[in-house]
């Protein structure tokens, strides 16, 4: 079984940086790990995702650039760098793996609140 769990979320301003990570317990190889946020009355957004394996990354449009996925195989964890934050960053965001061969993201953490002030 899979545990993620989140931190790293805080109240920050405009312009300012935070990183989230995602602790991993479990399997971790040949798997996928995403970030997805969410914010009040919208769905669920992609944000952006990695492979373990080949620590390729992928991003959502509005934050390439300004965020960063990484993932440290020695402390199982993943982390979400996020400089230039903006208003519009402001959701809970949550960490999810997709193991290689199911196609979509299985597991879940509980989510992690970012705010970003004006």
């Known amino acids: 079984q899979v545990q993620l769990v989140e931190s790293g979320g805080g109240l920050v301003q405009a312009g300012g940086s935070l990183r989230l990570s995602c602790a991993v317990s479990g399997r971790t190889s040949r798997t996928y790990f995403g970030w997805f946020r969410q914010a009040p009355g919208k769905e669920r957004e992609f944000v952006g995702s990695?492979?373990?394996?080949?620590?390729?990354?992928a991003y959502v449009d509005s934050v390439k650039g300004r965020f960063t996925i990484s993932r440290d195989n020695v402390k199982n964890t993943v982390y979400l760098q996020m400089n230039s934050l903006k208003p519009e960053d402001t959701a809970v965001y949550s960490c999810?793996?997709?193991?290689?061969?199911?196609?979509?993201?299985?597991?879940w953490g509980q989510g992690t609140q970012v705010t970003v002030s004006s």
């Open positions: 999810a793996q997709m193991p290689a061969t199911s196609g979509k993201y299985e597991y």
């Open positions: 990695i492979s373990w394996n080949t620590a390729s990354t």
